[in-house]
């Protein structure tokens, strides 16, 4: 089945799609976190409802980052069939190095969503 091109094609379009939505999903708890103060003023309703929505948004993330990893998983299978011979040598050092730095940012940018979320107001 991951010898099918389109299954290849499928996967590697819902990891980027996930990875889209992951930082989406952030730039929005910022955005909503930086209208708590003036909406707890305003109206207490709408306050209760933004942060109804910021916790919503953040299990959103956390889907995308689910996704984003078992995608990730599926590229592993088929990254090897795919990359010529001449080329393994420098892409797997690359791809390491790539993954590294995704998780320096995913990490501490999941853990400041959460803190966006549930921190208190």
């Not at 309703?45 to 916790?55: G, I, K, N, P, Q």
């Not at 990254?79 to 390491?96: D, F, S």
Request: proline share 5%; net charge positive.
């Amino acid at each position: 089945m991951i010898d099918s091109p389109w299954v290849r094609l499928a996967n590697n379009w819902l990891h980027d799609i996930g990875m889209g939505l992951w930082a989406a999903c952030l730039l929005l708890l910022v955005v909503l976190r930086g209208r708590y103060a003036a909406l707890a003023a305003l109206d207490p309703a709408a306050f209760d409802a933004v942060a109804s929505v910021t916790s919503l948004v953040f299990w959103l993330l956390v889907g995308a980052l689910a996704d984003i990893t078992l995608t990730g998983a599926v590229r592993l299978f088929y990254w090897r069939a795919q990359t010529p011979p001449e080329q393994m040598q420098t892409k797997r050092p690359a791809l390491m190095w790539k993954h590294v730095a995704f998780l320096a940012l995913y990490v501490p940018g999941t853990w400041w969503a959460w803190t966006l979320v549930w921190r208190a107001v």
